[in-house]
């Protein structure tokens, strides 16, 4: 269904730890998936994509997973940065030629 | 290579006012989407446009409108603005359309607030 923004859940880490977040799809014929970051007062910065027929993709400490089974994505960030701190959204294609946003994760990095 | 321009970054507009907002995509993309990003609703679709056609709409009333012109800048309208109607609004480009499984890359925003 559509994006609906409610109270963002929030994902609090030290620096230095390694970082998930999480994301449910709910059309399971997506067939890609995006990870975008926002920081406050700025667009959406694209981070990693997934196409449907990978389970794994990895950039530069940045990892996605994809479970088609249960329509999940992760993100994970490894060794968590200060300047990671930012909203989060996964996106899908999920048909209809549009993406779909979820409704993000706000992470916190803690120095 | 220059990113998503959008312009202006901040607009006030009364009730019943028009706006139009622009949108320069990053060089050689030829798709822009436009997107309304709310604290209550997150981000939406609003359209998407290639090749000076719109390939698909969300679902937004009439009174949200666009049109791509041939060198692939896009502008959005939205007339009979309402309360409502404030929100972030942001353009994102790609080089192919929406459902060849490019990602899109976003610009900044418009920030329209509606007294």
């Known amino acids: 269904g559509e994006s609906v923004g409610l109270h963002l859940p929030t994902l609090s880490v030290q620096e230095g730890d390694n970082s998930i977040i999480n994301c449910a799809y709910s059309?399971?014929?997506?067939?890609?998936f995006i990870w975008y970051k926002q920081e406050s007062g700025k667009g959406p910065q694209f981070i990693i994509d997934?196409?449907?027929?990978?389970d794994k993709r990895q950039g530069q400490r940045v990892t996605v997973l994809l479970n088609k089974t249960v329509k999940h994505l992760s993100l994970q960030i490894a060794a968590t940065q200060p300047g990671d701190s930012a909203v989060y959204f996964c996106?899908?294609?999920?048909?209809?030629?549009?993406?779909?946003f979820g409704a993000g994760t706000i992470l916190r990095v803690k120095s | 290579k220059a990113g998503v321009t959008q312009t202006p970054r901040y607009l006030i507009k009364t009730r019943g006012q028009q706006v139009t907002l622009s949108c320069s995509p990053i060089?050689?993309?030829?798709?822009v989407s436009w997107y309304q990003q709310t604290p209550g609703q997150g981000l939406q679709f609003l359209f998407e446009?290639?090749?000076?056609?719109?390939?698909n709409k969300g679902n937004f009333p009439g009174r949200f409108s666009g049109r791509q012109f041939s060198n692939s800048r896009s502008e959005m309208n939205v007339s009979t603005l309402e309360l409502g109607d404030s929100a972030l609004y942001l353009c994102?480009?790609?080089?192919?359309?929406?459902?060849?499984?490019?990602?899109?890359?976003f610009g900044d925003g418009t920030r329209l607030s509606i007294l």
């Open positions: 997934i196409r449907s027929n990978m």
């Open positions: 059309n399971s014929a997506s067939d890609y």
């Open positions: 446009y290639f090749s000076e056609t719109q390939r």
């Open positions: 994102a480009s790609s080089f192919g359309p929406l459902g060849y499984n490019q990602p899109q890359h």
């Open positions: 996106a899908e294609n999920g048909g209809g030629n549009k993406l779909v």
């Open positions: 060089s050689g993309h030829r798709s």
